[in-house]
């Protein structure tokens, strides 16, 4: 019995959890007359090897994301991390974000 009243205020709890995080995952929506682009620029400098693995055709890249004005309806909406599932192991390894903060940065619109 205890046991069942246990889960229940444990799935409560985790309801309610849901319920106090949804609203804070959607950015605030961006103002202005132009509808906002994204593209992201990457570069791999053959000359310099990365120093952080132990691959040693592994090179120094370079990634930029570039914003702009752009044209309602040319694109679909994007992620707001898109190379995410490539870099999630290495955030939660390097100690700046917890697995949770990476989990919810999936869900963020």
Not at 5 to 20: D, K, N, R
């Amino acid at each position: 019995m205890k046991r069942k009243i246990f889960t229940a205020f444990g799935f409560l709890f985790l309801i309610l959890l849901a319920m106090s995080i949804y609203p804070q995952l959607k950015l605030p929506t961006p103002g202005g007359s132009y509808v906002v682009g994204r593209t992201v620029l990457q570069w791999v400098d053959a000359s310099r090897p990365e120093v952080l693995t132990k691959d040693p055709d592994d090179f120094r890249e370079m990634s930029a994301m570039v914003w702009y004005p752009a044209q309602a309806g040319t694109s679909a909406e994007s992620r707001y991390f898109p190379s995410l599932s490539r870099v999630s192991k290495a955030l939660m390894q390097s100690g700046e974000l917890g697995w949770w903060e990476v989990l919810g940065l999936q869900f963020i619109r």
